[in-house]
């Protein structure tokens, strides 16, 4: 009985190994990466009331140095770290205004070091603040860009530094009709500039020019840099990278997780002239984007004694001659990973594998088809919700041939069934013998008994598609569905131990048991149940209680996945009812619930 179960067996050795794995990568790191991000916080402040020195300039040498203009941040207040308001109301500004982003550059340091994204909220409710994502260096939680020249190391050049104080030229505040341009003069016969532009979205361009108005020229080497103080809290999910990552000409990604740099040093790939480099984090990313085509030399970098984890490139020499002037540029992305949004950067400035910038995985290949699927039909009905269930449906479609002979194939193994115990018990003694005799049989019924296993099979990476697109895509962050799903990407907030609410009572987390999830174990129960029972207690044990585990599991799920796995076992308990009808097969639902409700009787009392 054994083999006429096995479809149902791999399924369940195949869901165990997925969510034990679930268990293992995610649950159990839970608790330690919570300790983990209070510790970086607390270490991130003290460093910070203690003055840290400031980030690391990139040298001309493959390993960085300290900038000697560097600084430290400003004295925290008698009560602590300053909070980021008062850090930035500290300094001298220029506004940024976009549709899309708000915030201000430094004019001391020209450092873009204060910007929100307006879209975004922390929370589902609207009124929730924004999303915050640079920060300033004597904030709680640093996070900004900078750039500036490096000397070749002939001369002693005075160069714009971190406590240089810049001059605004033209326009106060920088939108996307009014670029922003910071002057300074080093007494020296050299000027500098940096103009600030920006586009309706997330991508800027900042330009650094030379006028040289001294009898010599000289040679500079312009460089751009991310500093982010202290590791930030990510989710510590295996499938989702968050840190430091580029994409460097034929070296293709790299992906830096926070730890590496501070265990292995720094990380210097060749130099490359098409590429990017930066931070990313589920949602939110910031990036730096020498102009294609311009050879540069990219970092990663960690400094224990500021705790400033570091993304930086040095650019080609640039030569000013005597009376003439100079200029180079670069990109910056800083705001919300969005797909559509990323891929028309990709293709309109030619930047290199941009895409890559979202977490795509191991099933790129079907990850994101599945969300542009997702996405169409979201602007055809509105509502993501609607359209993961329709996608559904078009996957069954698609599988339907498939799925179609491998249900005829379990129905006819059925119809053999009395034929096959035959077998059993006249070759109960020689296992070879009744092996030879069932295939034999098999063959002549034209039945595989492995086509049960392909729907299954093909489920998994499709799940996995579905939960990679749940997780790492921002457009489903905060995406409602109906009723109380307001989130596709969250778990489903209510649960059976409060009554959904009606109790005030807000249950751990290991008890948030919500509607979804239960629709799911009860679908999930009744497609075991069309199959006949097994006649091994144990295996009995194992079908009627496997639901009830998944229910639990699914739970902490986004509940996108779980309206998806609900409606798919719909789906296919639907298929499954009408092909084996269509065959003449008994449907054994009916007598499998009875038998599981139905009262055992106790054994009859020897009274001999």
């Known amino acids: 009985m054994f083999a006429e179960n096995r479809n149902t067996i791999l399924a369940i050795v195949l869901s165990l190994v997925v969510l ?54 400003a004295a925290a207040s008698s009560s602590g770290t300053l909070n980021r308001d008062q850090a930035i109301a500290q300094t001298a500004r220029v506004e940024i205004e976009t549709p899309r982003l708000s915030g201000s550059i430094n004019l001391i340091g020209g450092r873009l070091d204060d910007l929100r994204l307006k879209d975004y909220h922390e929370t589902v409710d609207k009124s929730s603040p924004t999303i915050v994502l640079f920060s300033p260096r004597n904030s709680p939680e640093p996070y900004y860009t900078d750039y500036g020249w490096v000397g070749d190391g002939n001369s002693d050049l005075t160069l714009p530094g971190t406590d240089t104080v810049w001059s605004v030229e033209g326009s106060p505040t920088l939108t996307p009709s009014t670029p922003v341009t910071l002057t300074y003069s080093n007494g020296e ?17 900042v330009s650094q020019a030379v006028e040289n108005t001294g009898a010599e020229a000289v040679t500079l080497f312009p460089y751009g840099l991310i500093a982010r ?68 030399q990219p970092g990663f970098s960690y400094s224990a004694a500021s705790n400033y984890f570091q ?11 005597a009376g003439g002037d100079a200029e180079t540029s670069s990109y910056l992305f800083a705001g919300a990973k969005e797909t559509n949004l990323l891929d028309s950067y990709e293709s309109a400035l030619g930047i290199e594998r941009f895409e890559l910038l979202i977490d795509w995985g191991w099933f790129y ?32 479609l698609v599988f339907f041939p498939l799925a179609n002979k491998s249900y005829v194939s379990m129905s006819k193994m059925k119809l053999v069934q009395p034929q096959m115990t035959e077998i059993r018990e006249k070759y109960a003694d020689d296992r070879q013998k009744q092996q030879q005799a069932l295939m034999e049989l098999y063959k002549k019924e034209k039945i595989n008994p492995l086509a049960g296993c392909l729907p299954i099979l093909i489920q998994i990476p499709v799940f996995f598609a579905l939960y990679k697109v749940l997780f790492v895509t921002i457009e489903m962050r905060h995406a409602p569905f109906f009723g109380w799903i307001q989130d596709l990407s969250a778990p489903d907030p209510t649960t059976i131990f ?5 109790i005030p009572w807000d249950p751990p987390q290991l008890l948030m048991l919500g509607v979804w999830p239960l629709i799911m174990g009860v679908t999930m129960f009744v497609q075991m149940k069309m199959n006949p029972a097994p006649p091994d207690p ?17 739970a902490s799920f986004p509940a996108g996945l779980v309206i998806y796995w609900a409606w798919n076992n719909f789906l296919s308990i639907a298929q499954q009812w009408v092909i084996m009808s269509r065959q003449g097969v008994k449907i054994e639902l009916w007598d499998n619930l009875g038998a599981t409700f139905k009262r055992k009787k106790p054994a009859p009392e020897d009274k001999s």
């Open 20 to 73: 034990l794995g679930w268990q293992y990568f995610i649950a159990q790191p839970q608790l330690e990466r919570q300790q983990a991000a209070l510790e970086a916080q607390q270490q991130a402040a003290q460093q910070t009331e203690q003055g840290a020195d400031a980030p690391q300039t990139p040298s001309l040498t493959n390993s960085p140095q300290q900038s000697g203009t560097s600084s430290a941040p």
């Open 189 to 205: 016969g050299l000027v500098f500039k940096r103009t600030f532009s920006i586009d309706e979205n997330y991508m800027f361009t």
């Open 229 to 296: 103080n202290g590791k930030p809290e990510t989710t510590g999910f295996y499938i989702l990278h968050e840190g430091l990552l580029g994409v460097f000409g034929e070296e293709g990604l790299q992906e830096i997780d926070y730890s590496d740099l501070e265990e292995d040093g720094p990380v210097r790939p060749a130099s490359v002239d098409q590429g990017w480099l930066g931070f990313t984090d589920k949602y939110w990313a910031s990036t730096l984007i020498p102009a294609p085509g311009s050879t540069f």
């Open 311 to 321: 993304a930086d490139y040095l650019g080609t020499g640039v030569t000013v001659p």
């Open 365 to 396: 290949f079907l990850t994101k088809p599945m969300f542009y699927a997702i996405d169409w039909l979201f602007h055809l009905v509105g509502n993501f919700g609607v359209a993961i269930l329709l996608v559904t449906v078009a996957i069954k």
């Open 498 to 502: 409060n009554l959904f609410g009606l």
């Open 538 to 554: 144990t295996q009995q044990m194992i079908f009627t209680w496997m639901p009830v585990l998944f229910t639990f599991m699914l």
